[in-house]
């Protein structure tokens, strides 16, 4: 790799990053002008907190060796979740109030859905994982640029970061037990979020 080589890659990650954390911004903005709606006309917000991220340049290549995608530019742009949103509400209704008032908007794109609430994965995981395609608005030329927005209960979310922490990006193999275990946490949180939301409907 020559110095130049060097310095093009850098360059180009560079206007990639600046590019989705354009798209980052304009989702994280719709989703709070969502949120401040809702909380003036109902009196309750339907999203507890956000967070969002750019993937690390290790993760993102990560990400292409286990797809088994060719070690080139191409693979980077097939990145799907290099920018991503975690939208965390209070109740399980909010989560698909969020995805329609967000899926309602005219420069929005749905590229992808996965339901992980009504098809839990194998490990228990649940969330609502959605790719859309937003404008980010350059001084020379607009970008449409893939945005993973992951929409999950406060719940959800507690389960998915112990368990992310305990296993998902490790290497070795979780013994069967200690799945099984974390599986039945998953149900009860899942039994959590199905009473917590009939206590909000009864008051
Ligand atoms: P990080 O650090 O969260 O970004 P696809 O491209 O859709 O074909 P992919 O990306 O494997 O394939 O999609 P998937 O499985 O639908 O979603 C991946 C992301 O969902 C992960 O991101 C996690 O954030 C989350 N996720 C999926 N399964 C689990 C699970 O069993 N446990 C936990 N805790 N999280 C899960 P990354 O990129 O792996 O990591």
Redesign the pocket.
Known sequence: VTIDDAREAVRIFADLRMRYQGAIKEISTKLEVLDNEFSVKHDYNPIHHMTSRI?SVD?IFE?IKRKGWPMEMESVYKV??FA?VRVICNYLEDIYRVEDSLLRQDDIKLLKR?DYIKNP?E?G?RSL?LVIEVPIFLSDRTYHMPVEI?IRTVAMDTW?SL??ELK?KRMEEMPEHVAQELKDCAKMMAELDDTMQSIHKML
Do not use: C
């Open positions: 993937k993760s990400k799907m979740d991503g996965k994965k490990s995981y994982h992951q998915a368990e992310h998902y």
